[in-house]
């Protein structure tokens, strides 16, 4: 049985100290029976250069150069190109305990039935670290526990009715069977530049009750100001219109029930404050502040986010989401726009 791990990691313009503290942290793993798969995409600085000088310190690293096509696109190259049977994704801004790779390894030698592996990770702000658990136990992920986590990427983790801070939709926090990838055809969609990781999960957490909950914490996820969530991006709106057509398709292929609806309502809702922080009242977008808030108008007028607003279930908001929810509802754009910058500037701060 084979239970080596392929570890791809897609680099693009990343601070060469990030990239080389992740690489550092995986060759002083404890257990040897791994792999890297470097996908260079066409980065424009030096990145490409460096993997390939770490990988001439290690037969076990490997760098694919190619033209930028996406993070999509390099993650799926990754996947192809992995020899060994499971497959752990990092970003090449995060780093690893020493550990990581034999606790894995430990857990499928004991159970190779599973064909995903969920595991804990710390938050690493600049002032502080926070660890995330999904719950206070090593389990199989069965009954309520995995429903749960299904329905979490089409809004929030919620435990008992409460909100859990835990990752569900993130890839670097689970390890995966690549047979199981392969036989689901479990791929990321390369016109879907955000919300990558949401949707890769929305699909693989239905296409399998083999899942485990390894409670340890392996992986140090850097949150910081400059990363491209929270950068001007005047596509969002479109980017935000494939995101939740792609979940809308997915409760249909898997018949997936009606809370499952009213989570994807509660997202949808949400989503609206993300096209306004990055695009509409982003202080780079140059338009005026009328127009602004015309655009928005005509936004929440089209679907899905009339309907969504129209039967949000409000219980399924945190406070601050209710308040611009109820916000949107009566058309108080212009607090809508004062609320938005406000959080975006308390977020940033909290980041430094």
Not at 16 to 37: F, G, M, N, P
Not at 58 to 80: F, K, L, P, T, Y
Request: aromatic residues 12%; charged residues 25%.
């Amino acid at each position: 049985m084979d239970t080596s791990i392929s570890i791809v990691i897609p680099v693009y313009n990343i601070q060469k100290e990030y990239l080389q503290s992740c690489a550092d942290s995986i060759l002083r793993q404890t257990d040897s029976h791994w792999e890297v798969i470097f996908i260079d995409d066409g980065s424009p600085d030096q990145c490409g250069a460096l993997c390939d000088e770490i990988a001439a310190q290690d037969a076990r690293i490997r760098v694919i150069h190619q033209e930028n096509q996406g993070v999509s696109v390099a993650r799926n190259v990754g996947i192809e190109n992995a020899c060994y049977d499971w497959v752990a994704f990092v970003d090449p801004d995060d780093w690893m305990e020493p550990v990581w790779i034999e606790r894995l390894r430990e857990a499928v030698q004991k159970d190779n039935s599973y064909d995903i592996i969920c595991f804990d990770y710390w938050r690493e702000f600049t002032q502080e670290s926070r660890l995330e658990s999904m719950t206070n136990q090593s389990v199989p992920c069965t009954g309520e526990l995995l429903n749960d986590l299904r329905n979490a990427p089409f809004d929030k983790f919620f435990r008992s009715g409460k909100e859990v801070k835990y990752a569900c939709v993130a890839i670097w926090n689970k390890l995966y069977k690549k047979s199981f990838l392969n036989d689901r055809q479990l791929r990321y969609i390369p016109a879907a530049r955000k919300a990558q990781d949401r949707l890769f999960n929305a699909r693989a957490l239905q296409s399998t009750d083999r899942i485990y909950y390894l409670h340890e914490p392996f992986y140090h996820y850097r949150c910081n100001s400059e990363s491209v969530t929270n950068r001007f991006n005047p596509d969002i709106v479109e980017l935000t219109t494939i995101q939740l057509k792609e979940l809308q398709q997915i409760i249909t292929q898997f018949h997936m029930g009606e809370l499952t609806r009213e989570y994807l309502n509660a997202r949808i809702c949400t989503r609206l404050y993300s096209c306004m922080r990055l695009y509409y009242f982003h202080p780079q977008n140059q338009s005026s502040s009328s127009q602004q808030i015309a655009e928005v108008r005509e936004q929440i007028r089209t679907e899905p986010f009339a309907s969504a607003l129209r039967s949000v279930h409000t219980n399924l908001l945190s406070k601050k989401e209710k308040l611009f929810v109820y916000c949107l509802k009566l058309h108080w754009l212009r607090l809508c726009r004062m609320l938005v910058r406000k959080r975006a500037k308390n977020f940033s701060q909290q980041l430094q």
